[in-house]
């Protein structure tokens, strides 16, 4: 019986050993090798299994999705150190000035063309935090409710796409489609793809952000000693002209790199060079783009990179060894004697992922959990577009959330001190119930998520 459950123990030690603060990438090969050993030891593991281990690591080196990963990172991080949401922002808040709640509105629009250009959670919220946070306290808004709005704008960078969580979410839920497929005897010539996740993502992305916004036309309208109006001079008025302006260079970006994919023109990774190309081109008519910063940039781009791709290494080489020990047929036989099928199966992945998000990465639970569950969940007939859209709306909900949500960290490391941290944790809440909200409306009526990637493909 414990031979058994060695799977279990594996995904156990695996999560002990990062609460102890060791390196995800390597605490995956470890834990992996550790057992192996222990199973060829005593017999139950084949040492041959191994052997298969450095054709995995050719098929990551030669995989032409995950190219994409490096190319939207350097977009991301040039986008961010361009300063282009600074004008945007500015000019945003007094368009939107005398709307009730207008710096709000200003901060969630502003955030989620910087999430969809950047498509990094942390820089986000960082550079929203920097520029919007001592505005809108100057302006009255009460502090909770600011450092609330900063952070759930922030995390919109998981699911608006280009996102790299999409990326990276499209390329495990391909894999385990096709492994899916195997188990079930049937063969589907149309494989997901990353495309499908961005299109899919497209309508949750969109209405997550008009539902904050809703939000905060609410609050402003029955609760303005959170929100104070604040009247706009006439020489504050921005011209619609220097609005436009301030907004083409961003929304030319993402529609290059969305648009090239909606219409077939391009792939992820060719839409992500595009990208890349774009943000330089940028910044260098903004005249931000020196040698200096560009240097700075390739260095953080090389180090996020890597730390994705090793992360990526020491799990192939985990699920390998997980899946030696027969750890995919004890999930599979475990949710197969659930009560409720597939809708019990699917509530209590959603579950432990937004558990597993308070303290790890998206990172590693793309390339731990989903490898896991994933070949399980498709098999027992679960869409995969909407399972990916799914984990990704879920997986941003359980950043956003307190104590532990990554998205909190970012912004405490940037608020001023005056505002303690449990002010913060109050802020996200309403944001919290909100993204709850829209998992279940995406629950019970699937063609939001499903719907657009449908007339999609059927236009092609």
């Given at each position: 019986?414990?031979?058994?459950?060695?799977?279990?123990?594996?995904?156990?030690?695996?999560?002990?050993?990062?609460?102890?603060?060791?390196?995800?990438?390597?605490?995956?090969?470890?834990?992996?090798?550790?057992?192996?050993?222990?199973?060829?030891?005593?017999?139950?593991?084949?040492?041959?299994?191994?052997?298969?281990?450095?054709?995995?690591?050719?098929?990551?080196?030669?995989?032409?999705?995950?190219?994409?990963?490096p190319l939207f990172v350097f977009m991301?991080?040039?986008?961010?150190?361009?300063?282009?949401?600074?004008?945007?922002?500015?000019?945003?808040?007094?368009?939107?000035?005398?709307?009730?709640?207008?710096?709000?509105l200003s901060v969630v629009m502003v955030?989620?063309?910087?999430?969809?250009?950047?498509?990094?959670?942390?820089?986000?919220?960082?550079?929203?935090?920097?520029?919007?946070?001592?505005?809108?306290?100057?302006?009255?808004?009460?502090?909770?409710?600011?450092?609330?709005?900063?952070?759930?704008?922030?995390?919109?960078?998981?699911?608006?796409?280009?996102?790299?969580?999409?990326?990276?979410?499209?390329?495990?839920?391909?894999?385990?489609?096709?492994?899916?497929?195997?188990?079930?005897?049937?063969?589907?010539?149309?494989?997901?793809?990353?495309?499908?996740?961005?299109?899919?993502?497209?309508?949750?992305?969109?209405?997550?952000?008009?539902?904050?916004?809703?939000?905060?036309?609410?609050?402003?309208?029955?609760?303005?000693?959170?929100?104070?109006?604040?009247?706009?001079?006439?020489?504050?008025?921005?011209?619609?002209?220097?609005?436009?302006?301030?907004?083409?260079?961003?929304?030319?970006?993402?529609?290059?790199?969305?648009?090239?994919?909606?219409?077939?023109?391009?792939?992820?990774?060719?839409?992500?060079?595009?990208?890349?190309?774009?943000?330089?081109?940028?910044?260098?008519?903004?005249?931000?783009?020196?040698?200096?910063?560009?240097?700075?940039?390739?260095?953080?781009?090389?180090?996020?990179?890597?730390?994705?791709?090793?992360?990526?290494?020491?799990?192939?080489?985990?699920?390998?060894?997980?899946?030696?020990?027969?750890?995919?047929?004890?999930?599979?036989?475990?949710?197969?004697?659930?009560?409720?099928?597939?809708?019990?199966?699917?509530?209590?992945?959603?579950?432990?992922?937004?558990?597993?998000?308070?303290?790890?990465?998206?990172?590693?639970?793309?390339?731990?959990?989903?490898?896991?569950?994933?070949?399980?969940?498709?098999?027992?007939?679960?869409?995969?577009?909407?399972?990916?859209?799914?984990?990704?709306?879920?997986?941003?909900?359980?950043?956003?959330?307190?104590?532990?949500?990554?998205?909190?960290?970012?912004?405490?490391?940037?608020?001023?001190?005056?505002?303690?941290?449990?002010?913060?944790?109050?802020?996200?809440?309403?944001?919290?119930?909100?993204?709850?909200?829209?998992?279940?409306?995406?629950?019970?009526?699937?063609?939001?998520?499903?719907?657009?990637?449908?007339?999609?493909?059927?236009?092609?």
């Open positions: 019986m414990l031979i058994e459950l060695i799977p279990l123990w594996m995904f156990i030690a695996i999560c002990l050993f990062m609460l102890l603060g060791y390196p995800v990438a390597f605490t995956l090969a470890g834990v992996a090798l550790g057992f192996a050993g222990f199973g060829i030891v005593a017999g139950v593991f084949d040492a041959n299994l191994l052997k298969s281990f450095p054709t995995r690591l050719y098929g990551i080196m030669n995989n032409y999705t995950l190219v994409a990963v991301g991080t040039v986008l961010e150190k361009s300063r282009l949401a600074e004008d945007l922002l500015a000019n945003m808040t007094k368009a939107c000035g005398r709307l009730p709640g207008g710096l709000g955030g989620s063309l910087l999430a969809a250009s950047t498509g990094i959670v942390g820089a986000t919220v960082v550079t929203m935090g920097l520029m919007s946070l001592p505005l809108m306290l100057k302006r009255g808004y009460a502090p909770d409710f600011a450092c609330g709005t900063i952070c759930a704008t922030g995390t919109l960078g998981q699911i608006i796409p280009p996102s790299i969580a999409l990326v990276l979410l499209g390329d495990v839920l391909s894999s385990a489609y096709q492994q899916a497929q195997l188990k079930m005897g049937v063969f589907n010539p149309k494989t997901l793809s990353v495309g499908d996740l961005f299109i899919a993502a497209i309508v949750p992305g969109l209405a997550l952000v008009v539902i904050y916004m809703l939000f905060v036309v609410f609050t402003a309208w029955f609760r303005p000693h959170i929100i104070p109006r604040v009247p706009v001079d006439t020489d504050e008025r921005v011209p619609v002209f220097k609005l436009v302006l301030s907004l083409l260079p961003v929304l030319l970006l993402i529609g290059l790199v969305l648009g090239s994919i909606l219409i077939g023109a391009a792939t992820p990774t060719e839409a992500a060079g595009v990208g890349a190309l774009g943000a330089c081109l940028l910044a260098l008519f903004k005249k931000q783009l020196t040698w200096q910063r560009l240097r700075e940039v390739s260095r953080s781009t090389i180090q996020i990179t890597a730390m994705i791709f090793m992360i990526l290494i020491g799990a192939s080489l985990f699920s390998l060894v997980f899946r030696g020990f027969g750890g995919e047929e004890l999930v599979h036989h475990f949710f197969n004697q659930l009560p409720g099928g597939v809708f019990t199966a699917v509530l209590l992945v959603m579950v432990a992922m937004f558990i597993l998000g308070f303290i790890l990465d998206f990172i590693e639970i793309i390339f731990v959990v989903v490898p896991i569950v994933g070949p399980v969940l498709l098999a027992m007939g679960v869409d995969p577009i909407w399972l990916g859209i799914m984990i990704a709306v879920n997986l941003q909900t359980s950043f956003l959330t307190p104590p532990f949500g990554f998205a909190l960290f970012y912004l405490r490391g940037v608020a001023p001190a005056a505002i303690p941290t449990a002010a913060i944790y109050r802020g996200v809440i309403p944001f919290v119930m909100l993204q709850l909200l829209l998992l279940m409306l995406m629950a019970l009526w699937p063609g939001l998520v499903t719907w657009l990637p449908e007339q999609i493909g059927m236009s092609k």
